[in-house]
């Protein structure tokens, strides 16, 4: 089943894309420098920045889609729903050792990638259904 476009849910697919690859190619390109600054590991850095390039480019794709695929929609939901409590079992998990920065970088952009989540379920909700 396919979805008429919501303006929430394509607003919020865009944002997340920019975010997403942004956030992407800076883990990636200065995955050292970060790693540093955050305590976390640089190779960790270096694959979350390369798997949310791809990430973001799907976005971008998606929210060009009329009507939105309503189940590529709910598995974005959910890859968000899983990056976020990867990112908190992350520092529960006493595997790594980030500085305070690197544990308030970890916890924000969980709470952001919740809130992404959040508003696409709100938009999914919103879009109407098509056959």
Known sequence: MSLRSSSL???????D???????????FIAAGPLAEL???????LRWAGLALVPFAGFLLWLARQNPVPRGATLAVVGANLLWTLASV????????APTLLG???????????AVFAEFQYVGLRRARATI
Not at 9 to 15: D, N, Y
Not at 105 to 110: D, E, H, N, Y
């Open 89 to 96: 079992a992350l520092l529960l998990s006493g595997r790594v």
């Open 38 to 44: 955050l305590g976390l590991p640089a190779g960790l």
């Open 9 to 15: 849910l394509i607003k919020v697919l865009l944002i």
């Open 103 to 113: 544990t308030v970088f970890t916890l924000g952009q969980a709470v952001a990638v």
């Open 17 to 27: 894309a920019v975010v997403s690859g942004t956030t992407g190619l800076a883990l």
